[in-house]
């Protein structure tokens, strides 16, 4: 991508998309544009201060440079797709991020249902057609606070909710499928370093990790091993390796469909999906700590990566090799065809124009 791409893509996020911001009111941190009482209202809390909330556009708030987040990168995520208006697996994302806030100790401050409700209101706000895509990223941060990592000197958690729009891969890139490069020194890390069930804001090791990866070519993804050398999972996406056996063609117990272990992938929540629709399909789906780079190549084998951008990509070559015949194999077909389905069908996410009530109906509230 040239700067100037680069430019022009800002330019078109900075015209369509809007950001939720939610964070404790202190004279002289709090951005003026969140004390506006004609833009934003006070948040109901059990905290000793007073919180606001608004929806404004990119240009109008910005979070403190004494946020945690933007010094330390003490925050926790989601990503999340609005496909053909609606919110895909919202619940899902709404409940990792309860499992990441609750693993790094961030408190948020409003309910879960509450939240979910700020992030539909965020995209109203924007005012999609119908049956846009878009993308939602959910950041609850450990808030302001004095410089210095330890988390006491942070009054209450930052949430902001940014609604964009979203390029996603061109549809002849299923058809065609994707190179993936490989990263070799730069490895993933499992719990020792940083929780891989944690969606947190630490990703400098992963873009280092694309960057190595795919130096020197156009490649979007690269696989990353884990500290012993086994497959881990892509930088923003988890990987599936594809076994067919003699027969797989009229016997779908001849398949068996390997992923990374959780213990250094991220718990994705398109790589779930996933696994559920293989399993119903018949096939054997595996969770394998030890998977070698070496098994993603050669005849009868077929790899995939997915992720909520991504959704289900097939793999045609890795670091250069091909897997199978290098075009995407029958079985990630069949998977891609079966994951769009899913995507289009309504009882597994929100519409993007629900109402408050049917919001928290949808979240148990
Ligand atoms: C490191 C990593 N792995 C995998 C994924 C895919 O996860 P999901 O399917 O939940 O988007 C992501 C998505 O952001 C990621 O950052």
């Not at 009054?155 to 909710?161: E, F, H, K, N």
């Not at 719990?191 to 960057?211: C, E, F, G, H, R």
């Not at 067919?244 to 959780?262: F, K, L, N």
């Not at 069949?334 to 979240?363: C, F, K, Q, S, W």
Request: aromatic fraction near 6%; proline fraction near 5%; charged fraction near 25%.
């Amino acid at each position: 991508m040239s700067v100037q791409q680069a430019v022009d893509a800002l330019r078109e996020v900075g015209r369509t998309a809007r950001v939720y911001c939610c964070m404790p009111d202190v004279e002289g941190i709090t951005p003026l544009a969140l004390l506006d009482p004609e833009r934003t209202r006070v948040v109901e809390t059990d905290e000793p201060f007073t919180r606001r909330e608004g929806i404004f556009r990119l240009n109008e708030i910005g979070l403190s440079p004494l946020d945690h987040d933007c010094l330390y990168g003490d925050g926790v995520f989601e990503g999340i797709l609005i496909y053909h208006g609606q919110v895909f697996t919202l619940r899902e994302h709404m409940e990792r991020l309860a499992q990441s806030l609750e693993r790094t100790r961030i408190e948020l401050p409003v309910s879960l249902p509450e939240l979910t409700w700020r992030v539909m209101e965020t995209i109203h706000a924007v005012g999609l057609e119908p049956n846009a895509n878009a993308y939602i990223r959910l950041v609850v941060s450990r808030g302001i606070g004095d410089l210095g990592i330890n988390p006491a000197k942070c009054i209450g958690a930052t949430i902001y909710c940014i609604v964009s729009s979203i390029k996603l891969y061109p549809r002849e890139a299923y058809e065609r499928g994707i190179k993936l490069g490989l990263t070799k020194t730069i490895r993933r890390p499992d719990q020792s370093t940083i929780d891989p069930t944690v969606k947190s804001l630490n990703y400098l090791n992963n873009v280092m990790a694309l960057m190595e990866g795919t130096a020197g070519t156009d490649l979007m993804e690269s696989l990353m091993l884990n500290r012993q050398g086994f497959v881990a999972e892509a930088t923003v996406d988890n990987i599936f390796v594809i076994n067919r056996a003699d027969g797989w063609e009229s016997d779908a117990s001849r398949v068996r469909i390997h992923t990374p272990s959780g213990a250094y992938c991220l718990n994705g929540i398109t790589r779930a999906t996933i696994m559920e629709l293989a399993e119903a399909m018949g096939y054997t789906v595996v969770e394998d700590p030890h998977l070698m780079p070496i098994e993603m190549v050669g005849p009868d084998r077929e790899v995939f990566m997915t992720g909520t951008g991504a959704g289900v990509m097939p793999i045609t070559h890795v670091h250069g090799v091909a897997v199978g015949e290098g075009k995407p194999g029958p079985i990630t077909r069949t998977l891609v065809d079966a994951y769009r389905e899913r995507m289009a069908n309504p009882e597994h996410g929100l519409a993007a124009n629900a109402d408050r009530e049917a919001t928290m109906r949808y979240m148990g509230a």
